[in-house]
């Protein structure tokens, strides 16, 4: 150990030299000049002397003024400066992995060093870090893994947890394990970093833990809500009572001035959706129903209206456009391409900035416009709080966000947006007035913010709870509700009871809420439990291919469009690729078609010809190569993945693992003479969506159908389904263990080698078996 503590002190002596080089030359001196003038700055004495007084220290300040990228910096140096530089690790977590991506980048050039020396970065399934990397950036579902293997973080002596005011269920769980940690460990440090003033719950929450507030400074920004933007348009929108009393409220009257400009196309649509829905009741949820979000609605109108005004209009200055997921970012884009201002590259320079962003183009979102060009960029809320944009003047406020972050994995997929936080509103607005006065366009009345919540609900009482249940068990912790009522704010009682339960039927948990063999790989892929059935499921019964597909289907939006005007032929379209009463098979039969349209690069003609989601069809292209290296981690399948697609072809097959899937999402069909009905065991009669192959059927020669989601609106309506039949069910639904084994594994027997080889049979038999005596025991 002596030599080895010398070996460090000599390397800690290095680092510093090399540091001082840095900072000493022409380059380090002109980003050291940068960094001093950010608001962190000022305060850097202060977060370092309360980080070495204090074992936790909460740190509050706005967007932009320099929280991640130098307090991991303002601690790292200050060990290199006290020759502690080798001995130091600090992991700094972001809740997303393009933050944690591009933050790493820019604090390692900030260092005047390639990333992956002492700055590196670490996310699922990739990274760049090397041995002497002492700071790292990584995603918060990393350090929770990693927790699984190291409870005590040997040899980390700082965690800094970022963006906790989004209180994402992930931070909320890593801040109950740390919480838990901090007494075993006395020498680790705990910095939580919030964008927020609400501060106050955290430092409670840590036993008064200290606030250091970084102050800072943001230029005005003009409102305009729907009313002020139709106005521009030559529309006066205004409250009806104010004009003649009717005694009523949310009357509204739109009367046509005299068009300041020649009216415009979109003027006109835009004018035509308001009157459709007759301007009456000009609610929350009239606007909730016209502002759907696709190519041809009204937001996306405004939008091109907006961007295209401004570029005619306006003085520079770049815009942000915050739209819900980087599928609507994606057909915006298309749309904004064609258009003969916005499309032209020598006007406008049109940037994305989501998650699945290479890292060349990310960059061009932080670079100056060449002169005369404007710069725009469509966004996710990511740039709401985790990645500023200096030079933005004018921001547009879709009003919407996915209530989850974009990764599907992580999170409950198929999401769909919804109304974002008062909060959320102000920080977008605030983006606008970084460096000058700025204009904020939120593209929905008064009325609708004016309902807007003042914060977010956490994500841990929103969410169903089943995947931060089985994290739980996996870290080897007391009880599931034990453990969550010592959250921040503790999901209610019956929410985790009924993710317990769930759990339990799915054969995740045993009766005495131990993992099962089940659970515990399921734990290895970070995705909703019933996804990862189907994934192991798939990879256990050579049957790989199609079942990739369906799951990646099902994590992002339904590829299967259905446009209001065209509902008609877009069902047809789906038909088409339906012969076995399965949404799902629907899905595989048009996946593949798309594969082979995209040899002949002609998978856009494909899509558009056959009503399909283009950006959907790549999303799950790109999911399925995702899951396969998730699956390869699990040891469940070898390198050579291609030995696993030797049933890809059964239909039965496939039936019965997303039967294994979706259990108990199950209702049955109950034939009359011309049609037939549905029922559930909890809702009693159900109906299908009427984009459902099986919508359009008469009759179903199953007796089941399994479904993955159900959506209340009058009644209650059935998304995707498969039909299945008895033995399906029996053998596939529900877990095994809770059964009569014997009895399950005869019949399952005899059904694999009546509809499959008995090779597989025999494999699949003799596997079940081992799962089950692990179980038992
Ligand atoms: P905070 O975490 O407090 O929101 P950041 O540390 O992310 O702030 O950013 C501080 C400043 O650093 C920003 O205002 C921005 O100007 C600059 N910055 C951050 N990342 C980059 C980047 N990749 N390229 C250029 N400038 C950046
Ligand atoms: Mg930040």
Same mark, same amino acid.
């Given at each position: 150990?002596?030599?080895?503590?010398k070996?460090?002190?000599?390397?800690?002596?290095?680092?510093?030299?090399?540091?001082?080089?840095?900072?000493?030359?022409?380059?380090?001196?002109?980003?050291?000049?940068?960094?001093?003038?950010?608001?962190?700055?000022?305060?850097?004495?202060a977060?370092?002397?309360?980080?070495?007084q204090?074992?936790?220290?909460?740190?509050? /300040?706005?967007?932009?003024?320099?929280?991640?990228?130098?307090?991991?910096?303002?601690?790292?140096?200050?060990?290199? %400066?006290?020759?502690?530089?080798?001995?130091?690790?600090?992991?700094?977590?972001?809740?997303?992995?393009?933050?944690?991506?591009?933050?790493?980048?820019?604090?390692?050039?900030?260092r /005047?060093?390639?990333?992956?020396e002492?700055?590196?970065?670490?996310?699922?399934?990739?990274?760049?870090?090397?041995?002497?990397?002492?700071?790292?950036?990584?995603?918060?579902?990393?350090?929770?893994?990693?927790?699984?293997?190291?409870?005590?973080?040997?040899?980390?002596t700082h965690?800094i947890?970022?963006?906790?005011?989004e209180?994402?269920?992930?931070?909320?769980?890593?801040?109950?394990?740390?919480?838990?940690?901090?007494?075993?460990?006395?020498?680790?440090?705990?910095?939580?970093?919030?964008?927020?003033?609400?501060?106050?719950l955290?430092?409670?929450?840590?036993?008064?833990?200290?606030?250091?507030h970084?102050?800072?400074?943001?230029?005005?920004?003009?409102?305009?809500?729907?009313?002020?933007?139709?106005?521009?348009?030559?529309?006066?929108?205004?409250?009806?009572?104010?004009?003649?009393?009717?005694?009523?409220?949310?009357?509204?009257?739109?009367?046509?001035?005299?068009?300041?400009?020649?009216?415009?196309?979109?003027?006109?649509?835009?004018?035509?959706?308001?009157?459709?829905?007759?301007?009456?009741?000009?609610?929350?949820?009239?606007?909730?129903?016209?502002?759907?979000?696709?190519?041809?609605?009204?937001?996306?109108?405004?939008?091109?209206?907006?961007?295209?005004?401004?570029?005619?209009?306006?003085?520079?200055?770049?815009?942000?456009?915050?739209?819900?997921?980087? %599928?609507?970012?994606?057909?915006?884009?298309?749309?904004?391409?064609?258009?003969?201002?916005?499309?032209?590259?020598?006007?406008?320079?049109?940037?994305?900035?989501?998650?699945?962003?290479?890292?060349?183009?990310?960059?061009?979102?932080?670079?100056?416009?060449?002169?005369?060009?404007?710069?725009?960029?469509?966004?996710?809320?990511?740039?709401e709080?985790?990645?500023?944009?200096?030079?933005?003047?004018?921001?547009?406020?879709?009003?919407?966000?996915k209530?989850?972050?974009y990764?599907?994995?992580?999170?409950?997929?198929?999401?769909?947006?919804?109304?974002?936080?008062?909060?959320?509103?102000?920080?977008?607005r605030?983006?606008?007035?970084?460096?000058?006065?700025?204009?904020?366009?939120?593209?929905?009345?008064?009325?609708?913010?004016?309902?807007?919540?003042?914060?977010?609900?956490?994500?841990?009482?929103r969410?169903?709870?089943?995947s931060?249940?089985?994290?739980?068990?996996?870290?080897?912790?007391?009880?599931?509700?034990e453990?969550?009522?010592?959250?921040l704010?503790?999901?209610?009682?019956l929410a985790?009871?009924?993710?317990?339960?769930y759990?339990?039927?799915?054969?995740?948990?045993?009766?005495?809420?131990?993992?099962?063999?089940?659970g515990r790989?399921?734990?290895m892929?970070?995705?909703?439990?019933?996804?990862?059935?189907?994934?192991?499921?798939?990879?256990?019964?050579?049957? #790989?291919?199609?079942?990739?597909?369906?799951?990646?289907?099902?994590?992002?939006?339904?590829?299967?469009?259905?446009?209001?005007?065209?509902k008609?032929?877009a069902?047809?379209?789906?038909?088409?690729?339906?012969?076995?009463?399965?949404d799902?098979?629907?899905?595989?039969?048009?996946?593949?078609?798309?594969?082979?349209?995209?040899?002949?690069?002609?998978?856009?003609?494909?899509?558009?010809?056959?009503?399909?989601?283009?950006?959907?069809?790549?999303?799950?292209?790109?999911?399925?190569?995702?899951?396969?290296?998730?699956?390869?981690?699990?040891?469940?399948?070898?390198?050579?993945?291609?030995?696993?697609n030797?049933w890809?072809?059964?239909?039965?097959?496939?039936?019965a693992?997303?039967?294994?899937?979706?259990?108990?999402?199950?209702?049955?069909?109950?034939?009359?003479?011309k049609?037939?009905?549905?029922?559930?065991?909890?809702?009693g009669p159900?109906?299908?969506?009427?984009?459902?192959?099986?919508?359009?059927?008469?009759?179903?020669p199953?007796?089941?159908?399994?479904?993955?989601?159900?959506?209340?609106?009058?009644?209650?309506?059935?998304?995707?389904?498969?039909?299945?039949?008895?033995?399906?069910?029996? #053998?596939?639904?529900?877990?095994?263990?809770?059964?009569?084994?014997? /009895?399950?594994?005869?019949?399952?027997?005899?059904?694999?080698?009546?509809?499959?080889q008995?090779?597989?049979?025999?494999?699949f038999?003799?596997?079940?078996?081992?799962?089950?005596?692990?179980?038992?025991?």
């Amino acid at each position: 150990t002596a030599i080895m503590e010398k070996i460090l002190w000599r390397r800690s002596l290095q680092l510093h030299a090399q540091q001082q080089a840095w900072q000493e030359s022409l380059e380090g001196r002109g980003i050291l000049e940068f960094r001093q003038s950010l608001p962190a700055y000022k305060e850097k004495d202060a977060i370092l002397t309360a980080i070495l007084q204090n074992q936790v220290l909460i740190i509050s /300040g706005e967007t932009g003024c320099g929280k991640t990228t130098q307090i991991p910096q303002f601690i790292l140096e200050s060990e290199i %400066d006290f020759v502690r530089g080798a001995v130091c690790n600090i992991i700094c977590t972001q809740p997303r992995r393009i933050s944690a991506m591009s933050v790493s980048e820019r604090v390692a050039s900030e260092r /005047g060093e390639k990333l992956g020396e002492s700055v590196g970065y670490k996310v699922r399934l990739e990274g760049m870090r090397g041995k002497e990397t002492r700071l790292l950036f990584c995603t918060t579902g990393i350090l929770l893994r990693r927790l699984l293997i190291d409870r005590n973080l040997k040899g980390v002596t700082h965690i800094i947890v970022d963006e906790i005011h989004e209180r994402g269920i992930n931070e909320d769980f890593l801040l109950i394990v740390l919480k838990d940690l901090l007494p075993r460990r006395p020498e680790l440090k705990l910095i939580l970093m919030s964008a927020s003033l609400d501060a106050e719950l955290f430092s409670s929450y840590f036993g008064g833990a200290p606030l250091i507030h970084i102050p800072g400074f943001t230029h005005p920004v003009r409102i305009h809500f729907l009313e002020n933007i139709l106005e521009m348009m030559g529309y006066r929108l205004t409250p009806y009572n104010q004009i003649d009393d009717y005694g009523q409220e949310r009357m509204w009257k739109m009367s046509k001035q005299a068009p300041r400009k020649r009216k415009s196309q979109i003027a006109s649509a835009v004018e035509d959706a308001l009157r459709a829905a007759d301007f009456k009741d000009f609610s929350p949820q009239t606007w909730e129903s016209l502002s759907c979000w696709n190519p041809d609605c009204i937001g996306f109108n405004l939008i091109e209206y907006l961007l295209s005004y401004i570029c005619e209009n306006e003085r520079p200055g770049a815009v942000l456009v915050f739209v819900t997921g980087w %599928d609507d970012i994606s057909s915006l884009k298309d749309k904004l391409q064609s258009h003969p201002i916005l499309g032209d590259p020598n006007r406008v320079s049109l940037l994305t900035c989501h998650g699945f962003l290479a890292s060349s183009e990310q960059k061009l979102i932080f670079e100056e416009p060449k002169d005369g060009v404007r710069k725009i960029v469509l966004t996710t809320n990511i740039a709401e709080t985790s990645i500023t944009i200096n030079d933005v003047v004018f921001v547009l406020d879709c009003g919407k966000a996915k209530e989850t972050s974009y990764d599907a994995l992580n999170n409950t997929p198929c999401l769909l947006p919804s109304w974002i936080s008062k909060v959320s509103a102000q920080q977008r607005r605030g983006r606008a007035g970084r460096v000058e006065p700025g204009e904020c366009y939120h593209l929905y009345p008064r009325c609708v913010y004016d309902a807007f919540a003042e914060y977010q609900l956490p994500e841990i009482l929103r969410t169903p709870l089943q995947s931060l249940c089985l994290q739980i068990k996996s870290l080897k912790l007391e009880s599931i509700s034990e453990f969550l009522s010592r959250a921040l704010q503790s999901p209610e009682l019956l929410a985790v009871q009924n993710a317990v339960e769930y759990l339990k039927i799915i054969g995740a948990l045993d009766e005495s809420e131990n993992l099962t063999i089940l659970g515990r790989y399921l734990t290895m892929l970070p995705m909703e439990p019933k996804l990862g059935k189907m994934l192991i499921l798939g990879a256990i019964l050579n049957c #790989l291919d199609p079942v990739l597909t369906v799951v990646a289907g099902l994590s992002v939006r339904d590829p299967f469009l259905t446009p209001l005007d065209k509902k008609d032929l877009a069902e047809t379209a789906k038909l088409q690729f339906s012969r076995d009463y399965s949404d799902h098979l629907a899905l595989v039969r048009a996946y593949e078609g798309w594969k082979e349209a995209e040899k002949d690069l002609a998978g856009y003609d494909y899509c558009w010809k056959n009503f399909l989601s283009a950006q959907s069809m790549k999303a799950i292209d790109s999911l399925r190569v995702e899951f396969l290296s998730l699956l390869k981690g699990t040891g469940l399948i070898d390198g050579n993945a291609t030995s696993c697609n030797t049933w890809s072809y059964d239909q039965h097959l496939i039936r019965a693992i997303i039967c294994y899937g979706l259990y108990p999402g199950i209702c049955s069909v109950v034939h009359n003479e011309k049609s037939f009905s549905l029922k559930t065991m909890e809702d009693g009669p159900v109906l299908l969506y009427s984009n459902s192959v099986n919508a359009r059927e008469s009759r179903i020669p199953y007796p089941w159908l399994v479904f993955n989601e159900k959506i209340k609106v009058n009644s209650i309506f059935l998304r995707d389904s498969t039909a299945v039949s008895d033995s399906v069910l029996l #053998l596939f639904g529900g877990s095994i263990s809770r059964g009569n084994v014997d /009895g399950h594994l005869k019949m399952l027997g005899g059904y694999l080698e009546f509809f499959m080889q008995p090779a597989i049979a025999e494999k699949f038999q003799s596997l079940r078996r081992e799962f089950d005596e692990l179980i038992q025991n």
